[in-house]
């Protein structure tokens, strides 16, 4: 039934039972995700029997891992580096038996 070739990343609806998922790998099979976390695996022939529609992806696609919108930002939980830092000016070598640097 569902002439939708899957791709990782792309959301359908199953109209039979309102299901919503995103399709998160495709190999032998079909892996899917629901809206709510779970996971599930089709085969391609269950894929193309299934009445599937394409869908839009949810507002919030991250509620099922308990993330907000806010959540996701890197600085949601009040990091951020100053534009002027070099991470790199804070990295120390560890020193190693035979070299210079050596106790």
């Keep these: 039934m569902t002439q939708k070739r899957p791709e990782i990343g792309s959301w359908f609806e199953n109209i039979d039972g309102g299901l919503l998922f995103e399709v998160v790998a495709v190999d032998d099979t079909i892996e899917v995700q629901y809206a709510d976390g779970t996971l599930d695996e089709f085969d391609w022939e269950q ?3 299934m009445p599937l529609v394409p869908a839009a992806e949810p507002e919030d696609a991250n509620a ?3 993330l907000t919108v806010d959540d996701q930002s890197p600085n949601a939980r009040g990091f951020s580096v100053p534009e002027d830092t070099n991470p790199l000016d804070y990295v120390e070598g560890e020193p190693f038996e035979g070299t210079d640097e050596s106790p």
Excluded: M, S, T
């Design 47 to 49: 894929w193309r029997e």
């Design 64 to 66: 099922a891992f308990g």
